[in-house]
Each structure stands twice: as structure tokens, then as C-alpha cells.
């Protein structure tokens, strides 16, 4: 009798289907547990806004915990020492929590505006800036 090369692999498509619907019914079930355990309370925390009508921290309770004095932020970060890093169009600037000044970047008056910002892990911090064209 011949063995055709498809009913040879048959054994091996049928485990592979029934580890693949197992694992898929574990992580489905293993989801589900998640939604429900992190529904049940209710996750709080602040987090920050650069928005065009206003560019601070709103805190957990939803009220703004710290202003930038200045919307129209494009990026921002809170940064681990609570310093906020924030880019504007025209500059961008790392500002304590008690408003004081400790880093400025003035946008290159030959270019259009500033984008983003980030803090890098070495410590530098990167700016992107659109050029006149």
C-alpha cells in the first residue's frame, strides 16, 4: 500500500491545530481574567497635558495639579526628578515643579518650528526642528 505524502502529515496538522486552539483558549481565558480583575478597581493616576488649551498635569482626581503657564504645547514629559520637559512651536524648555527655568532650546530663526522632544537615556535631549522648506 502507498502512503500519499498528505494523509503522512496528518498526524502533525492535527497536533499543531489542537496546540494552536489550546494556547489560543488559554490566552483568551487568561485576557478575560485581566479585564475583569483590573474592572473591578478603578486605575488613578496623573498624567500630562499638552494640549491647545492647556499644557500642565492633571492629577488623579482630574483637577490640573501643575500649569505650565503656556498652552499650545506640541510634546512633553515628566521626567523621574518631576522636572517637565515641553516642546512649544518656538522653544522648548525643562521647567521644575516650582516653575524655574533649568533648560532652554530657542528654535533656529532660519527654520519653521519645533516638533518634538525627548530625554534620551545618556542624558542629552533630542529636539526635532522643521526647516524652512
Given at each position: 500500500m502507498v502512503r500519499s505524502?498528505?494523509?503522512?502529515?496528518?498526524?502533525?496538522?492535527?497536533?499543531?491545530?489542537?496546540?494552536?486552539?489550546?494556547?489560543?483558549?488559554?490566552?483568551?481565558?487568561?485576557?478575560?481574567?485581566?479585564?475583569?480583575?483590573?474592572s473591578a478597581q478603578e486605575?488613578?493616576?496623573?498624567?500630562?497635558?499638552?494640549?491647545?488649551?492647556?499644557?500642565?498635569?492633571?492629577?488623579?482626581?482630574?483637577?490640573?495639579?501643575?500649569?505650565?503657564?503656556?498652552?499650545?504645547?506640541?510634546?512633553?514629559?515628566?521626567?523621574?526628578?518631576?522636572?517637565?520637559?515641553?516642546?512649544?512651536?518656538?522653544?522648548?524648555?525643562?521647567?521644575t515643579p516650582d516653575h524655574?527655568?533649568?533648560?532652554?532650546?530657542?528654535?533656529?530663526?532660519?527654520?519653521?518650528?519645533?516638533?518634538?522632544?525627548?530625554?534620551?537615556?545618556?542624558?542629552?535631549?533630542?529636539?526635532?526642528?522643521?526647516?524652512?522648506?
Open positions: 505524502e498528505k494523509s503522512s502529515l496528518l498526524p502533525w496538522l492535527n497536533f499543531r491545530l489542537v496546540f494552536t486552539m489550546i494556547r489560543s483558549t488559554i490566552f483568551a481565558v487568561l485576557s478575560l481574567a485581566f479585564c475583569f480583575a483590573s486605575v488613578k493616576h496623573s498624567f500630562f497635558v499638552a494640549g491647545p488649551d492647556f499644557t500642565g498635569i492633571v492629577g488623579e482626581d482630574g483637577s490640573k495639579q501643575w500649569d505650565a503657564g503656556r498652552k499650545g504645547a506640541r510634546d512633553g514629559w515628566v521626567l523621574p526628578d518631576g522636572n517637565v520637559l515641553i516642546a512649544w512651536a518656538d522653544v522648548v524648555q525643562e521647567i524655574k527655568v533649568v533648560f532652554e532650546y530657542k528654535k533656529d530663526p532660519a527654520n519653521k518650528e519645533l516638533g518634538t522632544v525627548a530625554r534620551l537615556p545618556n542624558g542629552r535631549t533630542l529636539i526635532t526642528e522643521l526647516g524652512s522648506k
